[in-house]
Each structure stands twice: as C-alpha cells, then as structure tokens.
C-alpha cells in the first residue's frame, strides 16, 4: 500500500512540471481529465477567426488545437514549464506548426512576447502554480491588447476541499474565485464574470 501511495504522489508531482517517466503518463492523462473542464471555459469568450491567443501552461497541446479551431484564420502560441509538455504539444499540433501554432517553454512570470501581442489569454488548470501571482498577472495584462480576455478555468476552486490536492502537490496553492478576483482588480484587470459550478470555475477578465 505503502509502495503504491509513493507512487501515487510521485505522479501527481508532475502535474506542475511534467518530467521523465511520470511527466509522459501524466500528459497521456491530461486530453481525459480536462477537456471538458476546457470546453466549458472556452464558451464563455467570443471568439474571433483572426485572433492571436497564448494559452499559458499548455501541456500535452489539446487546448492549443481547440484553440486552432476557435479562431481559424489566426494563431495560437502554447508555452509551458516543462519540456516534455512542449515536445508532447508540439507534436499534437504538428500540421499547423510553424504556420498558425507556435509552442515555446518559458516562465509566465517572464513570457517571451511583445505588449499587446495577443488577443486572448487562456489559462486551463495552471494558475496553482503561478508564483508569485503577482508577478505572473502583470506579465499577461502586458502581452494582451487593451480589451482583450483572460480565460481562467480551474476544477478545483475551493481551497478548503482543495487541500486534498494542495497538502499532497509541492507549489500547488488553490484559489478561492473571490481571492483570484482581487488579485486580477490588483494587476489591472476587469473582472467581466465569474461563473462557479461546485469546485469548477471560470473567471474572464479583460485588460
């Protein structure tokens, strides 16, 4: 039992940082556990065919093709902590690559793109890591154009029924959307809705 909780908490390690063995199975995993989740976020923006987004944090790329197909005649940049999430993206997204899809590793506290340069931000299941928060929202309000949307999606957003997650994953802190809201009217953001289904929220913001 002992060996297969060890195990257990290994994997989950990699859901901030996907690396090695474990960071493969957990992006194998990641198209099941959050499409859904992605899906819904995704209905609260009015998309546009020639949008530049970046969806921050953008692990195995599923969200990138969503993304693609969202805004056909634009492009989508992915960026993420982890090289094997960039390889695993990259490779979802093959046929667009160079073209419309662009995926980078890098840090949201120093993203590697010009002010204004995006239309929409996207941000699935990611921001538990963002540290300091701070820091990581002043880099998005600098890279979206002045009216553009910044898509939080989380599953888990209670903290206190979180801790389940956050007492067993290092870095992993959960936000309450009352919390995420101030932090967003801090960076410079407005707070356009909130929508909250049990644990499962959506924020959308706008610079």
Same mark, same amino acid.
């Given at each position: ?59 195995? $790329?599923?969200?990138?093709?969503? &993304?693609?197909?969202?805004? =056909? !005649? ?5 960026? /993420?902590?982890? *090289? ?63 009216? $553009?949307?910044?898509?939080?999606? &989380?599953?888990?957003?209670? =903290? !206190? ?5 956050? /007492?067993?994953? *290092? ?37």
């Amino acid at each position: 039992m002992d060996t297969g909780k060890n195990l257990l908490n290994g994997l989950l390690q990699n859901t901030r940082c996907p690396q090695g063995w474990g960071g493969r199975v957990m992006l194998r995993g990641m198209n099941c556990f959050h499409a859904s989740l992605a899906r819904r976020g995704m209905k609260h923006v009015p998309w546009q065919p020639a949008w530049t987004v970046l969806d921050i944090g953008c692990g195995d $790329g599923a969200n990138v093709k969503g &993304l693609l197909a969202k805004c =056909p !005649e634009g492009q989508v940049h992915g960026i /993420d902590l982890s *090289e094997e999430s960039v390889a695993f993206a990259r490779r979802h997204n093959a046929k667009e690559a160079g073209r419309r899809c662009f995926i980078r590793q890098g840090n949201v506290c120093a993203l590697p793109y010009e002010e204004g340069m995006f239309d929409a931000v996207t941000a699935f299941e990611t921001v538990y890591f963002w540290s300091p928060m701070s820091m990581a929202l002043k880099e998005v309000r600098r890279v979206l154009r002045r009216g $553009g949307y910044f898509l939080i999606s &989380l599953e888990v957003g209670d =903290p !206190e029924l979180g801790k389940r997650w956050s /007492d067993r994953i *290092e870095g992993m802190t959960v936000y309450a959307a009352e919390d995420l809201k101030r932090l967003l009217v801090d960076a410079g953001f407005s707070v356009l809705k909130i929508v909250q289904k049990k644990e499962e929220t959506h924020i959308i913001a706008c610079k």
